[in-house]
């Protein structure tokens, strides 16, 4: 392949190795950004007509090209040629074959460097409005199921071992305000994305007075970059957003190793419909929780792009450099299996089947340890004793092998005078739960309180 056959080839001589070519080509990942490439050129052309540099015979041209080659893309029938190193490369060559001469004329002032960076913040833009919004439903559903499962109680764990009972709606609220959490940091980040750095050229800006205000008004951008050199070497919205990604899915992790173990016979609290279940090639009674499995590993492969991305990102010098090159492959790919995990795990908690039974049966009255402890505090004794005293009672069950709820009033006043008849009040799980009901609590009132909390951000939430 001539050098000079591509939009950089005017002072070599020599053929490009066609080892090199493959090797520099981006085209294959980069393809995806055809649209926004055509969206911000449209935008260009105009811009470029303002400042006097296309006649409106040159423009309507242009632009008419630029909307064949999309519809060409969208049809399938845009055919990429050996030499179309990139997405630019490849749109600019088909719009020459359409309208001649007058395409050369587009790229007037401008560089691959502003062009690429701005397409990607099209393309993330966009990607962020749809991850929004697939977010939102899980919030939804966890909503609409914490509504519905309101009766049910479980054991609550801390370092897994049972430790309070709490409404399973709690649970699955828990996991709603994470959610919310992860779409409100993206609406922040979303904001940082939508930055015009078109009109910057290669490094020094552009020197034929485009007007970068109209192009930012075009874009549908509510800001403009201020510097030519940040401009072109900025990928911080790239890094980010990994980032953003890895945080996000370690919360969907989390939540499906809570399932995992929940589904499994020993706890038997949760079954996930035949539809997000697997079986085993070997063994006829195995029912796999693939989908939670996976969702878990995948966290480790976005994890992984967003600590590579940054490694690449720390050797590089100031501006443009060919190393950012990389930013694509893992900032396309983290939002597809971004996009895959939200609609699986929603689907799974949709259809997902809890055993009330277990769960009730999981209850035991050492989980109510803490209420003794409480139980005395409300007869006047300060928190730390009435800590201590709790710690005898549980002693003191051990050492007769009998549960908690099991012991006499007489057994449980050699601790301290303090117990009174009411104490039996005590080995009553909706009791425990019903007495938190502080903001944020997992009683009935409070689980209520949040559930019209998180519907209201529903309704306000519209993901731009």
Known sequence: MQGCEKLWGGRFVDNIDSRFHDFNASIGIDKRMYAEDIEGSIAYAKAIRSANLLSHE??????????????????????????????????????SELVGNVAKKLHTGRSRNDQTITDMRLWLRRSIDVISKKITKLVQVLVDRAENDIEIIIPGYTHLQRAQPVKWSQWLLSYAWYAKTDVERLQELRRRVNVLPLGSGAIAGNPFQIDRRFLASELNFSEITENSMYAVGDRDFVAEFLFWSSLTAIHLSRLCEDLIIYSSKEFDFVRLADRFSTGSSLMPQKRNPDCMELIRGKTGTLLGKCMGFM??????????????????????????????????????????????????????????????????????????????????????SESLGVSLCELTLEQLQTVSEKFEEDVMQVWNFCNSVEQYNVTGGTSTSAIAGQVSNLRAWLQQANPV
């Open 58 to 95: 040159e423009l309507q041209a242009i632009v008419s090209g630029l909307e064949q080659v999309k519809a060409e893309w969208e049809k399938g029938q845009f055919t990429i040629h050996a030499e179309d190193e990139d997405i630019h490369a490849a749109n600019e060559r088909r719009l």
């Open 311 to 396: 490694a690449t990102l720390k050797g590089i010098p100031s501006t443009y450099n060919k190393d950012l090159q990389e930013d694509k492959e893992a900032l396309f790919s983290s939002v597809d299996v971004l996009n895959c995990m939200f609609v699986v795990i929603t689907g799974a908690l949709e259809t997902l089947k809890v055993n009330n039974r277990k769960c009730a049966e999981a209850l035991s009255s050492d989980m109510l340890a803490t209420d003794i402890a409480y139980y005395l505090v409300r007869k006047g004794i300060p928190f730390r004793e009435a800590h201590h005293s709790a710690g005898k009672v549980v002693a003191l």
